[in-house]
């Protein structure tokens, strides 16, 4: 189960990418037949149609349309949601829910195995990036983890804020028993073919204590990477 292309993005509060973002977008996704959005909110179907409608808007203005989009929810049939799963460049997986909801659609809707054997580039974005690891924290929920896909070996906390004291003590919480990448908005992890690059500001938390992602700690996540993906292999 090794994907050519995965991103992990905190959020996007402007709705706009980044340049240094739309670089690496350019330079990855030169076949743009089809992008299929995955809600994090089953069930809030206006607000799936603008935010799907709202991300696409995001690549096209920096020149990077994709000729079809469209998103899963509820609504969608399970056969044709494997099927555009299947089909897809590119699997966004969306934020702003419940990360237990996403996976559990994910599941009813038939689309596990077929996110996992796919060709298509996976991102994720708040929810959806927690949802890729291969542990899942929803502090908003439960400090307890939970299995996520397994796409990377990544635990993040989004939205990452100094001045957010909440959610910065849940981040120091969190890294009691695991290790962190907190994310503040704008950043980003690149993955490919096991090489691992980031954008904007990352910090690695472990044992209640930050400080910036180094080059030792990608090393050693893209070594946790290679050895995860041959255990699978």
Known sequence: MKKELLAVFSGFPDHHFS????????????????????????????????????MHEMFAEQGLPFE???????????????????????IFLMGGGVCEEQLGLIREKDCYEALLNCHAAIFGVSAGSMNMARNTVDFFESMEPFPGLGLTN????????P?????????????????VYAMEDMSAFFIKEGKIDIVGKIYRVES?????????????LEQDYSRNINRQD
Request: aromatic residues 4%; contains cysteine; glycine residues 2%.
């Open 19 to 54: 340049e240094e973002i739309t670089k690496r977008l350019r330079e990855e996704l030169t076949v743009r037949k089809s992008i299929v959005f995955i809600t994090a909110c089953p069930l809030e179907y206006a607000q799936n149609d603008d935010d799907c409608n709202g």
């Open 68 to 90: 079809k989009h469209c998103v899963i929810d509820k609504r969608t049939d399970p056969s044709e949601a494997k099927t555009l799963v299947e089909n897809a460049d590119c």
């Open 154 to 161: 990544i635990t993040v906390s989004c939205h990452h804020d």
């Open 163 to 179: 001045d957010d004291t909440w959610r910065y003590e849940k981040t120091l919480e969190m890294s009691e028993t695991r290790t």
């Open 208 to 220: 209640r204590e930050l400080h910036p992602i180094a080059e030792d700690d990608i090393r050693e």
